[in-house]
């Protein structure tokens, strides 16, 4: 693929980077890929960018696109991505692929830093399955022609550049979330009072990838007990006597016990599309959070067969 579009283009291979999802463990039908190259080079425009969030859908429901514009200094600044991904979410590796293209003017260090921090708060807080997958990418591109001077690491205009890429990563990384494979809850989970981050971080990835927590959600249920079992096994520092657990915002245990609010209450809260869990474990000061979603019945109809794929695999010879 590298060799096909650089010789369409007119640059050295190794100026193409490639970047893939599907069914693992099929040759890639390139029989069907070299063919449209030529299409896809003489189609190319800077005014596109919808039809590439629209060709990288997969199981996907719509294309998911954020675009925003500032002022740095004198100058106007824009950013704006793209971003797939349904099924197969799980921070660090996952089906997911996301295109991130500003006129930002800026030193590769700062770049680079701004791109790893804002995925660390952003791509690597999700989950949907808890599943990975064999490749993930984020890659943005920086063009400089905003006209802006050069943004340095360490400069007010590399944390200002930071801010805005973080808002628009976070937004996307959410918008995945909200469009996973027949989901129907939207959940963000907050702890807080952590010994340290990786303790903070530990209880939200247990809490989030729960296969019983998240088929509570599906059901209306607010199960805290399922809930502080998953923040038991997280293999974080915990004092079971001191949890809180809040249902949007309502208390659903406090230290370890059931609290006092009505279940009606809290059946009302996870009755919603959209709701918070906030876990206190009142030892420390660090907190972390993450954003997931529930696992309905639908998801494992869904999931059940891949049989569509390979029969296309078998007309193109692969199989």
Sequence with gaps: MCEGVA??????????????????GLPMPMVRVESKYE??????????????????ITSDTHEKEVAISFDMGDHRVRIGGCVKGAGMISPSMATMLCFITTDANLAKECLQKAVQESVEESFNRITIDGDMSTND???????????????????????????ALGWVMLELAKAVVRDGERVTKFVTVNVKGARTHLDAKKVAEAVCKSALVKSSWNGGDPNWGRIIHAVGYSRARIREELIDIFIGGKAACLGGLQAETPMEQLREVVSHPEFDID??????????????????????DFNRSEYAYWKQARKDGLV
């Design 137 to 163: 990418s984020v890659i943005v591109l920086a063009n400089g022609a905003s006209g802006m001077p050069v943004a340095r690491r360490g400069g007010s205009a590399c944390r200002q550049f930071r801010q």
């Design 279 to 300: 876990i206190d474990l009142n030892q420390g000061s660090a907190v972390y959070t993450m954003y997931s979603s529930d696992l309905s019945p639908e998801y494992v």
């Design 39 to 56: 299409d896809l080079v003489t189609r190319l425009a800077a005014t596109q960018g919808n039809h590439v969030a629209r060709a990288i």
């Design 7 to 24: 010789k369409e283009l007119g640059l050295k291979k190794t100026e193409i980077g490639v970047c893939s999802t599907g069914v693992i």
